[in-house]
Every structure is written in structure tokens, then in C-alpha cells.
């Protein structure tokens, strides 16, 4: 199969994991830079970037992103929703720069999905087996 499209990332998104295209920008949530790739681990937190479809080139947000090992990113009408599989966090980073926890506890959170329509995001709880359903409203 032939793709689509093929993209070279920029070096310093430190580990690309959680994917979102979102208009012209593609979000790209980080794993952070990898030392191991047994083992995963990094030297410090990923970030939450953009990128340019166009030009390729990464493009700043106005307010201070969500840091962390991130595993995924999608938008919801309430804001960008961001997955941290470090800490088992899921964020709800706010047009207005506000970050807040939905829900923690979870055992490495992975890529949410959203339902926009009902306002309930699904997590997949990787190191539980399991898949949780959030209210996000």
C-alpha cells in the first residue's frame, strides 16, 4: 500500500507518540527522549507540540503546553485533551492555557478517543487490560 503521505518530523520532538490532526497543525504528543528502547526510558519529559503540515516546521502555542511522558492528544469541544502514561493523568488543557486533571490513578494511560456529541472521552488503561469511559463534562 502506498501512503498517503510521509512526513519527516523535526528532531526535537523527543519521542513522537500521540498523533492528532487538527486543521493545518499536526499535534504531536511526546514521549520524551528516549535513552532505552527496551526499556522506554527517558531523560526527561515529553511536551506537547505542534506542526505545521505545511512547512513542516514546529510552531509555538501561545501558552506553556502540557509536559510529561504523553501518549496521547485529541480535541474535545471543552479543549485539547492530553494523556500522561508517567504519571496516569488525564489533562484538559484549555483554549485559555488552563491545565487541569480530569482523572489520575490510571496504569499507563495510552490514546484516548473522544465522543464529542455525548462528552465522553474512552482511555485504554494499558497496564490494566482495561478501557475506561470519562465523563468530560
Known amino acids: 500500500t502506498t501512503p498517503l503521505m510521509s512526513m519527516t518530523l523535526p528532531e526535537d520532538l523527543a519521542g513522537p507518540n ?9 499535534l504531536v504528543a511526546s514521549w520524551g527522549p528516549v535513552t532505552d528502547g527496551a526499556t ?5 519529559p515529553g511536551r506537547l507540540q505542534r506542526v505545521d503540515l505545511k512547512t513542516r ?21 471543552e479543549g485539547l485533551v492530553v494523556t ?19 482523572r489520575e490513578g490510571f496504569k499507563e494511560c495510552g490514546m484516548p478517543g473522544v465522543n464529542a456529541e455525548r462528552g465522553i472521552l474512552a482511555v485504554p488503561e494499558t ?6 469511559f470519562v465523563p468530560l463534562r
Request: aromatic share 4%; net charge positive; no cysteine.
Open 57 to 77: 516546521r514546529l510552531k509555538a502555542f501561545d501558552t506553556p503546553a502540557p509536559t510529561g511522558r504523553l501518549a496521547g492528544v485529541v480535541r474535545s469541544p
Open 18 to 26: 500521540g498523533l492528532w490532526v487538527d486543521g493545518t497543525d499536526l
Open 84 to 102: 500522561d502514561a508517567g504519571t496516569g493523568r488525564v489533562l484538559l488543557w484549555s483554549a485559555d492555557g488552563k491545565v487541569a486533571t480530569v
Open 40 to 44: 522506554l526510558q527517558t531523560r526527561g
Open 127 to 132: 497496564g490494566a487490560n482495561d478501557v475506561v
